[in-house]
């Protein structure tokens, strides 16, 4: 089943509103209907569920979660499953994540987060559990302003147990711009020191507002990328730290417990400390010196001179060798030069590359050729016999071409063009078409696209359009006319290659126009004498509702004449006639409508002037709506 706001989860949590959606998971705020209080609930598969199989494996996941308990861990205060979905009850904090703090926060509040997340990974690291997805949406601040850590102690397989339910796939754990270089290699499970990575990436990406090498993520160092400098005014020892959890090789990272305790020295960091490697070597004592007498001196400038004719019969063809290769230099052949590649971008394609020296076209290994640069847009790395490709999407209109170069030892480099095919544009609203009431209102629609867009609005005389991120409200106001009116706008994308037209329509006011009023005197029906009054009216957007016309009685001087015994008159006991009438039409026409009202029931004590005034209603609205009346009609009684 899907959830959505309201749905009543395991017959107990009422859900509010969703607070996040990952790959497989959903996170909703929720209303506990036994305790009242506030509490997240996070769902695995939501929607489809597990099969009893996955369901089984995952749930043994989650009790060993249920089992972790610290300070920096969003410790589940429930574990269950329903509909084959496994979810955890934790406390709702309602600071939310660090996400909304990139940017925004202090050096002393960075501190307290490498404090709190790195202890909050000693422990998971001591108890065997790599987190594989350290990122700020995972660092959550409770009540107590403490930053802890969610989402932990979901192994690699129930990950993969978990894609397999919701997309049909396994892939690797974790989010690809927090993944460190070792989770790019031939092997790349995530170790402990792979956790180090992300939470130094989440600490760069809070104080710049970017991950340090984009959406590629740590795959940029195994090309040789440096980490970009950060440019904000932050300390020499938190810069350090940060540089020392983005360390290309593993084991240059520190240690969980050692970056709690880094961060709780902060300004007394001693800089040298984990990183020195400088070795002093041991001179030689003087009294150790070996001495030689002249007989041995001479055999060795002996020697030395053989040894340096030798050598120089031996250097001038490598010499010889060094000039061809300097002058011709190396060649790449049979080597691909031009990759096609679809909008959607590639993700490890494989490249041969062949070089070959000048003497002899003999091929060389790989060590004589490396990549030089790539961007944002896409990575190449050296692998053996070629290079891995990976491509972005190309979220643009247009078909867009990247490079990247292979550079040789000795010689010209040689480009390598990509060419990206543009994306194909999409562009769907969820309803084209809108329908008001006479009253207006708001209507609010989404927008689902892939590139921008905008709205465009041809006339724009009925109704007002506000745009929120992906979200359209549209404003009508009321309609005063009995006649219905329509109108349109465009949504379109920037470009104007694709539009969608909404369209909007909105009935006529409902209404009772009277063409024609008649009174017959001094007639009688069912043996009563009294007054007939005769309409000719219209009736317009009031097919199929149960309205009502009604007589009202008053003295020349405006006083409502009083019943005496509740036939004829209104709940508060004023003197009245009414017939009810359905229309069968938008516009019906009542050729002779009939309001007959008694002599008798009047109660009138003496001759004079009276007057009255007719009121029709829907009763069919709630409350019933006022649809319109006729003018003051004006009549002398005698007795």
Not at 67 to 94: Q, R
Not at 440 to 468: F, Q, S
């Amino acid at each position: 089943m899907r959830l959505t706001e309201n749905t009543l989860f395991d017959k107990r949590y009422q859900l509010v509103r969703l607070l996040g959606r990952g790959g497989f998971s959903e996170v909703w705020l929720a209303k506990d209907s036994y305790t009242k209080l506030d509490i997240a609930i996070k769902v695995y598969a939501p929607g489809q569920g597990m099969d009893s199989d996955g369901l089984a494996d995952f749930s043994a996941e989650l009790a060993g979660v249920y089992n972790l308990n610290h300070t920096n861990l969003l410790k589940p205060a429930h574990v269950d499953a329903w509909e084959g979905m496994p979810y955890l009850i934790m406390p709702f904090c309602s600071q939310g994540s660090v996400f909304k703090r990139i940017g925004k926060m202090s050096e002393e509040e960075i501190w307290k987060l490498i404090h709190d997340v790195a202890a909050g990974l000693a422990y998971l690291h001591e108890n065997d559990i790599i987190h594989q997805d350290i990122k700020p949406d995972n660092i959550l601040i409770d009540d107590n302003g403490n930053y802890v850590i969610t989402d932990f102690g979901i192994s690699t397989k129930a990950r993969s147990t978990l894609r397999k339910s919701v997309i049909g796939g396994a892939v690797s754990s974790g989010t690809i711009e927090y993944m460190g270089p070792e989770r790019f290699s031939d092997h790349p499970a995530p170790i402990k020191a792979s956790d180090i990575w992300s939470l130094g990436a989440t600490v760069y990406e809070l104080i710049t507002g970017n991950v340090p090498f984009g959406e590629m993520g740590g795959g940029m160092q195994k090309v040789g990328a440096e980490i970009p400098e950060i440019t904000e005014p932050i300390s020499k020892q938190l810069r350090y730290v940060i540089e020392s959890m983005l360390a290309p090789e593993t084991w240059d990272r520190p240690k969980a417990e050692t970056l709690v305790e880094w961060a709780s020295k902060k300004q007394s960091i001693d800089t040298k400390e984990y990183h020195s490697t400088k070795r002093e070597i041991p001179a030689f004592p003087e009294n150790n010196i070996p001495r030689t007498d002249n007989k041995s001196n001479n055999s060795a400038k002996e020697k030395k001179r053989v040894a340096m004719i030798v050598g120089g019969i031996v250097l001038l063809p490598v010499l010889w060798m060094l000039f061809i290769l300097f002058s011709h230099g190396l060649y790449f052949s049979n080597t691909q030069v031009v990759v096609n590649c679809e909008a959607n971008g590639l993700d490890d394609y494989f490249g041969e590359v062949n070089v070959y020296g000048p003497l002899f076209g003999t091929k060389l290994s790989d060590w004589w050729w490396d990549i030089k640069e790539v961007a944002s847009t896409h990575a190449a790395r050296k692998v053996n016999g070629g290079y891995r490709l990976d491509v972005s999407p190309n979220n643009s209109e247009e078909d867009r071409t990247l490079t990247f170069e292979l550079r040789p030892k000795i010689g010209k480099n040689k480009t390598v063009t990509i060419n990206q095919d543009r994306m194909d544009v999409k562009l769907t609203v969820s309803s084209t078409n809108l329908s008001f009431d006479a009253k207006g209102g708001k209507r609010t629609i989404t927008v689902n696209a892939n590139t921008a867009w905008e709205v465009e609005h041809p006339v724009a005389d009925m109704y007002e359009v506000t745009t929120n991120g992906n979200k359209l409200t549209i404003t009508v106001s009321p309609n005063t006319s009995s006649e219905d009116k329509s109108d349109y706008f465009n949504v379109k994308n920037k470009t104007g290659s694709k539009t969608v037209r909404i369209n909007l329509k909105q009935t006529g006011k409902p209404s009772v126009e009277i063409e024609k009023l008649w009174v017959d005197h001094n007639v009688y029906e069912d043996s009563k004498k009294g007054m007939k009054i005769h309409l000719k009216m219209h009736t317009y957007n009031l097919k199929s509702k149960s309205c009502r016309a009604v007589a009202y009685f008053y003295t020349e001087e405006g006083t409502a004449l009083t019943d005496e015994n509740g036939s004829y008159c209104t709940t508060d006991g004023k003197v009245s006639c009414g017939e009810s009438f359905k229309p069968g039409y938008d516009h019906a026409l009542y050729e002779d409508f009939v309001l007959f009202m008694p002599h008798a029931e009047m109660h009138i004590k003496q001759n004079g002037g009276y007057k009255y005034y007719i009121k029709f209603w829907n009763n069919s609205a709630s409350p019933s709506e006022d649809v319109g009346e006729s003018e003051w009609q004006h009549f002398t009684f005698s007795l």
